[in-house]
């Protein structure tokens, strides 16, 4: 069965450090999101990508964030400069919306730990 | 502003038990999608189910159902004589968007189910 794979798994950086997550979203799927999820709280929407740029964006999706499918297969989430606070585990999702609204593939996920 | 409420945060029950899990949302939008999640010990999120809000027929899958009603802004969830593999956090979610181009969801903050053996 097609899944959504995620790279690290667990990435530890020390403040102020940039950190790239990467993603492979479903071949046919045309729609890619990013969410994190902060220990023991809610999953939370970051961003939507979709035809080459960015959808939809929450107001965590700052300038330190950036998103780009640099190729066919990758999806990416870049983190600047990263904060204490950043430290979350962050999924990747993907989804074919023409045929089925909000239903997302979801990876592993990647945690992030800022130290 | 979209806001879904999981009251119950962690629920125990012995196996061929069963369990309701408690889901409210709020919404100014006439149209709008709820959903279901499970995210298993591996961590990622299944999608269970998606219901529109026209539509509020509940929903049978095997030992799973769907309670959806508008007049309470609820969308409750029952597993019928659970097993231990449903041992997982579910999450209930929103989507005000109805145009499918952009599936934002707005998650609650889920709900820890144990089973026992």
């Known amino acids: 069965e097609p899944e959504v794979t995620q790279t690290p798994s667990h990435q530890v950086t020390q403040m102020g450090q940039e950190v790239i997550l990467r993603c492979v979203p479903i071949s046919n799927h045309l729609y890619f999101y990013w969410y994190r999820q902060i220990l023991g709280q809610k999953v939370e929407f970051l961003v939507s990508f979709y035809n080459n740029e960015i959808s939809e964006k929450s107001e965590i999706f700052d300038d330190q964030f950036s998103v780009e499918r640099p190729d066919g297969s990758n999806f990416t989430l870049k983190i600047r400069s990263t904060k204490l606070e950043d430290s979350a585990m962050y999924f990747c999702?993907?989804?074919?919306?023409?045929?089925?609204?909000?239903?997302?593939?979801f990876g592993e996920g990647s945690r992030l730990t800022v130290l | 502003a979209q806001k879904v409420t999981q009251a119950q945060t962690e629920i125990s029950v012995v196996e061929k038990e069963d369990v309701t899990l408690d889901c409210v949302y709020e919404t100014r939008d006439t149209t709008y999608y709820l959903f279901w999640y499970k995210q298993p010990p591996s961590g990622e999120l299944v999608f269970l189910i998606r219901r529109n809000s026209f539509d509020e027929q509940n929903e049978i899958s095997g030992r799973y159902s769907w309670n959806f009603q508008k007049s309470t802004s609820s969308f409750n969830f029952t597993i019928t004589a659970s097993q231990v593999v449903d041992s997982a956090v579910y999450f209930c979610a929103l989507s005000e968007d109805d145009t499918g181009a952009n599936s934002k969801l707005t998650f609650g903050k889920g709900i820890t189910l144990s089973v026992r053996p």
């Open positions: 999702a993907s989804s074919d919306s023409l045929t089925a609204i909000g239903e997302l593939f």
